[in-house]
């Protein structure tokens, strides 16, 4: 019998053992993030609220913002690897979860957050790009490329979140006009300021109404 590394050579994205891109047991270790949720941003809540604390009084240029899982450490081993492993088998495999959790959008169109050109080139791929084309299956509706960066934008990790909204503002451009209904597809909704200045971008091209769909989303403390 031929030895298990030629038999199985694909491992598991978060235990890295041989099988499946993501076995079984860490698919279950993944915490999907179900109802009750905040109507507006898509926070994990105690009951039903059309705002939360994280989006209460602030102005939020997309309709709603929903995710599939929580970013703990589970998932934010599978998206380091998708995203700087190279490994693009994750994309069918974070879409499958998506499907699963969040509803299907009312949208016209799928549309990604636009990869920042360096870091595509170093990863061979875009994430979001590829989430979005594998979601569009069994959700049937097109993808297309409707935005495009007109600035780079420095990581936002480890800023605050006005840090953050301040570094992406106006970093956004659509393409083109946009149909009325758009879904903005990203793998991590943070504090929503990527999403935020994309929305704003298609709106001013002509969307009525942006849903957010990400595969994982941070939960803020307090």
Not at 114 to 133: K, N, Q, T, Y
Not at 193 to 214: D, H, Y
Request: aromatic share 4%; charged share 25%; glycine share 8%.
């Amino acid at each position: 019998m031929a030895p298990w590394w030629l038999l199985f050579p694909q491992r598991c994205a978060v235990c890295d053992m041989p099988g499946a891109p993501l076995c079984g047991r860490c698919r279950h270790r993944l915490v999907p993030l179900r109802p009750p949720v905040c109507a507006r941003c898509g926070a994990p809540g105690s009951w039903p609220v059309r705002r939360c604390v994280e989006c209460a009084g602030r102005r939020l240029p997309f309709a709603t913002a929903r995710a599939a899982v929580v970013y703990d450490e589970v998932a934010r081993r599978l998206v380091r690897v998708w995203k700087d492993g190279g490994r693009r088998d994750l994309a069918a495999v974070a879409a499958a979860i998506v499907a699963d959790v969040v509803g299907r959008p009312v949208a016209d169109v799928l549309a990604a957050v636009p990869s920042d050109p360096e870091r595509r080139r170093a990863r061979g791929h875009a994430p979001a790009e590829m989430l979005a084309a594998r979601l569009a299956v069994p959700w049937g509706v097109p993808v297309a490329r409707l935005l495009r960066r007109t600035r780079r934008v420095d990581r936002q990790t480890g800023r605050s979140a006005e840090e953050r909204r301040a570094n992406v503002r106006g970093a956004f451009a659509a393409t083109g006009p946009v149909p009325a209904a758009v879904c903005l597809v990203d793998d991590v909704y943070t504090t929503g300021a990527t999403a935020s200045s994309c929305a704003s971008a298609l709106r001013r091209a002509g969307a009525q109404r942006v849903e957010v769909v990400c595969f994982a989303r941070t939960l803020r403390s307090g």
